[in-house]
């Protein structure tokens, strides 16, 4: 069993709900992209830090993941022109994208200013 089969369950739950709300208004691409998409990221990021395994590995699983999202809730959102070359250029901006972002994300985890960051944070109060 691969890593990205031992949370593929976790993983399809977050797909249904960016399914779900992309779904439920009818959005064009951007507006999935950043309503569905991008929520989703950090709980695939979570379900893979959850793992055994080194970063490259937890990477790789997210990287799928996305994949994995983009052909179930992008890719059926018709947009104009040649479906063969606009599917295919638009997944790969995204991963391309998400890999540069994965790497930050990890770098700014794992450095002493998120810890500082994190000790200093107050909610604000209502």
């Not at 055994?52 to 983009?70: D, I, N, P, R, S």
């Not at 018709?78 to 070359?85: A, S, V």
């Not at 606009?86 to 994300?105: R, S």
């Amino acid at each position: 069993m691969s890593l990205y089969d031992s949370v593929r369950g976790e993983l399809r739950a977050v797909i249904k709900t960016a399914h779900d709300k992309v779904e439920a208004g009818a959005l064009g691409v951007m507006a999935a992209m950043h309503q569905a998409v991008l929520p989703a990221i950090p709980s695939a990021m979570q379900i893979a830090e959850d793992l055994a395994a080194t970063g490259l590995e937890k990477k790789a699983v997210v990287l799928q993941f996305l994949a994995e999202l983009y052909d179930q809730v992008i890719e059926p959102i018709d947009l104009p022109g040649p479906d063969n070359l606009i599917d295919p250029a638009l997944k790969k901006l995204m991963l391309v994208t998400a890999d540069k972002l994965i790497d930050q994300f990890a770098a700014f985890f794992h450095s002493s200013d998120a810890l500082s960051v994190i000790a200093t944070f107050q909610p604000n109060q209502a």
